[in-house]
């Protein structure tokens, strides 16, 4: 069960888009289409903004998106605003496990 | 309105125990699975544990296999997390957290407690 990779930190200024990459194995990104990604404001709970890769939940806006490629998945945000500075973690289904999560990346709003 | 709360950390000393509750309200707690996922200060989400809407299966990170003990009482809409042997690197705020399904697919966490903070410290 080893943690899912993504880099520790991402930039843009507002307006622009980043991408957040997640990569894992065939055991799990790779595997299956249930990745998850969720934002994580300070001291706060995280929150669901994508699951089974590409769906947003009610409520989240549709500046987020969601793509996998192989054992890699990414996290678009578009139109970046001042509220989306935030962690944010990707996570995986793994059979007969617990979710796998990724190491966690920090959006900073320039 | 989906409510998770979670209760039962606080201080306690290397190699003792504690037993985290979580309880649920605004749905129907036996049709869902269950996680707990913790984060250690200043560190990123694990994945705890998981157990399905029925309770018949449940899994384990591995970094508290055999120390740790998933449950749910579905009549009392109650999920619980036992910790046995507890080390200064379980650490962490517990969350809780739902299923979007049965436990048993690859559902994102859809609802999420605002967790409870366990220290293990002599």
């Known amino acids: 069960q080893s943690a899912l990779t993504q880099p520790a930190s991402v930039s843009g200024s507002p307006g622009q888009s980043i991408t957040i990459s997640c990569t894992g194995t065939?055991?799990?990104?790779?595997?299956?289409?249930?990745v998850s990604w969720y934002q994580q404001h300070s001291g706060k709970a995280p929150k669901l903004m994508i699951y089974?890769?590409?769906t947003r939940p009610s409520g989240v806006s549709n500046r987020f998106s969601g793509s996998k490629s192989g054992n890699t998945a990414s996290l678009t945000i578009s139109g970046l605003q001042a509220e989306d500075e935030a962690d944010y973690y990707c996570?995986?289904?793994?059979?007969?496990?617990?979710?796998?999560f990724g190491t966690g990346t920090k959006v900073t709003v320039l | 309105q989906v409510h998770l709360v979670e209760s039962g950390g606080g201080v306690v000393q290397p190699g003792r125990s504690l037993r985290l509750s979580c309880a649920a309200s605004?749905?129907?707690?036996?049709?869902?699975?269950m996680h707990w996922v913790r984060q250690a200060p200043g560190k990123g989400l694990e994945g705890v544990a998981v157990?399905?809407?029925?309770?018949?299966?449940?899994y384990y990170g591995d970094s508290v296999k055999g120390r740790f003990t998933i449950s749910r009482d579905n009549s009392k809409n109650t999920l619980y997390l036992h910790m046995n042997s507890l080390r200064a690197e379980d650490t962490a705020v517990y969350y809780c957290?739902?299923?979007?399904?049965?436990?048993?697919?690859?559902?994102?966490?859809?609802?999420w407690g605002q967790g409870t903070l366990v220290t293990v410290s002599s």
């Open positions: 605004g749905f129907t707690f036996w049709s869902f699975g």
């Open positions: 065939s055991s799990d990104v790779g595997g299956y289409n249930y």
């Open positions: 957290a739902r299923d979007g399904g049965p436990g048993y697919s690859g559902y994102g966490l859809d609802y």
């Open positions: 157990i399905w809407s029925d309770g018949s299966n449940e």
């Open positions: 089974d890769v590409s």
């Open positions: 996570s995986s289904y793994a059979s007969s496990s617990t979710r796998v």
